[in-house]
């Protein structure tokens, strides 16, 4: 079955940091783009990023620029996001999402069951 | 940034019912427009992408029109499953962006 099975929820502390997994199955893995979008509670929708598993480039919006990092393990079709100096503000569910182009026309058509990350002292 | 905006923010219907949500970008972004259904509780799913391209599986009674900054998702005959939150979000430039969503509950 063709999903992206993202790691459980995580508590952490203001100003620590936050590692997020997600792994990919029943596609090829470095054909599509990764992207990360998030929602805070009762929120809307909040691109942060993406990844191409197959060189590792990354591009991240501008308001995350220097807190927010991501990677891929191509061995296990896995990519994390890593955020930083975390702030109440980032209470949300994080999302793996992965971006395809259909005509020449970009959409997100596969999303992972997102991953609570909860910040609170 | 591309600002997007949805309205209504909310929205009561009934079963059977064909109701209309817009999305206007803040300049132009052509037709690289998507829209998103998103259950309590849920991931969001892709409905239409491209403004106007229904994606597989997704039932014939959702539609999409529009180009350049505004754009609308129609849902004819509205089934008790529909009921959910839509959102529209432009694929046109970097950074992503998505409408605020609108809230379609029973009237």
């Known amino acids: 079955q063709v999903q992206l099975l993202q790691s459980g929820a995580e508590v952490e502390r203001p100003g620590a940091s936050v590692k997020v997994s997600c792994k990919a199955s029943?596609?090829?893995?470095?054909?599509?783009?990764i992207h990360w979008v998030r929602q805070a509670p009762g929120q809307g929708l909040e691109w942060m990023g993406w990844?191409?598993?197959?060189?590792?480039?990354?591009k991240y919006a501008q308001r995350f620029q220097g807190r927010v990092t991501m990677t891929r393990d191509t061995s296990i079709s896995t990519v994390y996001i890593d955020l930083s100096s975390l702030t109440s503000d980032d209470t949300a569910i994080y999302h793996c999402?992965?971006?395809?182009?259909?005509?020449?026309?970009?959409?997100?058509?596969?999303w992972g069951q997102g991953t609570l990350v909860t910040v609170s002292s | 940034d591309i600002q997007m905006t949805q309205s209504p923010s909310s929205l009561s219907a009934s079963v059977g019912d064909r109701v209309t949500i817009t999305c206007r970008a803040s300049?132009?972004?052509?037709?690289?427009l998507n829209w998103y259904q998103q259950k309590s509780g849920e991931a969001p799913k892709l409905l239409i992408y491209?403004?106007?391209s229904l994606q597989s599986g997704v039932p014939s009674r959702f539609s999409g029109s529009g180009s350049g900054p505004d754009f609308t998702l129609t849902i004819s005959n509205l089934q008790p499953e529909d009921f959910a939150t839509y959102y529209c979000?432009?694929?046109?430039?970097?950074?992503?962006?998505f409408g605020q969503g609108t809230k379609l509950d029973f009237k």
């Open positions: 999402v992965r971006g395809v182009t259909v005509g020449g026309f970009g959409c997100f058509d596969l």
């Open positions: 029943a596609y090829t893995f470095i054909d599509y783009y």
């Open positions: 990844i191409n598993p197959k060189s590792g480039d990354t």
């Open positions: 300049q132009s972004v052509s037709r690289y």
């Open positions: 491209a403004a106007s």
């Open positions: 979000q432009q694929s046109y430039s970097f950074p992503r962006t």
